[in-house]
Structure formats: structure tokens, C-alpha cells
């Protein structure tokens, strides 16, 4: 059973289209983030839900947005593409405590590619 | 600010040979240090959690050991199998916005010929 998937796998489109990416995770946690990794495979937080609340939201374009519906799905759209946005996204979900934090479960990845 | 720094980039090894990655973290206060394995065209898989100096995982032919200042990847035997890219992720104790934030190192990418 896939645990965090994300939808598509692979993403082609030209520079200033709007895209969107879904991602759901069926392992009953309650936070959900969105990371992008680089050509160099340098993996980055971009934002953070915990309870459909907002809880991390790094230097981003305001072009990105993600949104989450409820505690399962958090779904990421971009604006206005541009081929700097051209990378692999990474969903990731876990269960957040006060006193420790628990790991966190990618998926599989969206690779993005902007012409 | 948190900066993961790991080495080497990439190690080569023959089967069989053991060997060790360094992941390097400086951090405010250190909440977790965290071990994932990534394959190409895959999404990290999580390997270990260290939380405190001293603390030791083992998993198969991994080991992951850590210090104040460094954690260590211990690859015993190593097969083909564990080709992978090892990615070192550490989480710090900060204010209530920056809950479950990982950041990352860049990675060793390791290849393990037969």
C-alpha cells in the first residue's frame, strides 16, 4: 500500500503556465510538507502543514501556494512558471509531537520541467 | 542558522569493503538527526532517528552512531545493493513556526561495485 503518493510523476510545461500537484498520505499523520530538491540533489523545505494549519513557510515566490483541504491531502500550485522552477518536488508527511518529533515519509516525487 | 555539511560526496567502494560517512551538523539546539537513503528517481526512505550524543542504530549492514557535533554512517560488508545516495537531515529545537523542519546536507553518493 503506498503510504504518501503524489500526482503526476512528471510534469512538462512551458514558462508562465499554471500547474498544480497533488499529493495524499494514508498513514493517519498530522503534518504534511512540501520540499524541492535541486539539479544538485539539494533537498529544501518549502512549507509545512500540521492540522490543515500553515506552520512553515520558507523564503518561497508568492507564486507558489500550497493548500491543504484536510489532513491527508496538501496539494501545491504554482503561478507563472519560470524555468528556474525546473526541479523534483517531494511530499513528505509524519507525526508531530511537542516533546520529539517522529520521521518524516516522502513520495515519490514530481519531476517538474518548465520550457 | 542550522548547516548540514556531509563528506565525501561520493564514495566507491568494492563489495565487502567497509567504510564510514560523515554528516557534520551545527545547530542551536539538536531535537533530531535523521538518516534517509535515496535511489534515483525515488523519494528518500528513512533509515534511522539519533536524538542524543552517544546514541547507536543498527539496521542490517548500517550503523549510525552520533557526537555533539557529527554523526557517522557505518556501512559493514557492503553489497551492490546499497548503491544509494545517504542523505543526513537535522532538526532543531526553534520557535513553534519552525516545528518538524528538516535541513538537509547535500548527500553521499555511494556506489558499491561487485
Known amino acids: 500500500d503506498t503510504a504518501v503518493s503524489q500526482t503526476p510523476k512528471y510534469l512538462v510545461t512551458q514558462m508562465g503556465n499554471d500547474k498544480s500537484i497533488k499529493c495524499e498520505q494514508n498513514?493517519?499523520?498530522?503534518?504534511m510538507y512540501w520540499y524541492k530538491q535541486d539539479s544538485k540533489k539539494f533537498l529544501k523545505i518549502m512549507f509545512s502543514y500540521n492540522n490543515k494549519e500553515l506552520i512553515i513557510n520558507e523564503t518561497v515566490p508568492n507564486r507558489f501556494s500550497p493548500k491543504s483541504p484536510d489532513k491527508a491531502h496538501l496539494n501545491l500550485h504554482i503561478n507563472s512558471l519560470e524555468l528556474g522552477d525546473s526541479a523534483v518536488y517531494f511530499c513528505a508527511s509524519s507525526q508531530l509531537l511537542r516533546g520529539r518529533t517522529h520521521e518524516q515519509y516522502f513520495g515519490p516525487g514530481t519531476r517538474l520541467t518548465v520550457t | 542558522e542550522d548547516q548540514v555539511t556531509q563528506s565525501p560526496e561520493a564514495l566507491r567502494l568494492q563489495e565487502g569493503e567497509s567504510s564510514s560517512l560523515n554528516c557534520s551538523y551545527t545547530v542551536s539546539g539538536l531535537r533530531g538527526l535523521f538518516w534517509y537513503r535515496q535511489d534515483p528517481g525515488k523519494g528518500p526512505e528513512f533509515l534511522f532517528t539519533l536524538y542524543s550524543a552517544g546514541e547507536e542504530k543498527e539496521k542490517e549492514r548500517l550503523k549510525a552512531t552520533l557526537t555533539k557535533k557529527e554523526s557517522f554512517l557505518h556501512i559493514t560488508a557492503p553489497k551492490p545493493e546499497d548503491s544509494a545516495t545517504y542523505l543526513c537531515?537535522?532538526?532543531?529545537?526553534?520557535?513553534?513556526?519552525?516545528?518538524?523542519?528538516?535541513?538537509f546536507g547535500q548527500g553521499t553518493i555511494l556506489t558499491v561495485h561487485p
Open positions: 537531515a537535522v532538526q532543531a529545537f526553534s520557535g513553534g513556526t519552525s516545528y518538524g523542519k528538516l535541513t
Open positions: 498513514l493517519g499523520h498530522d503534518t
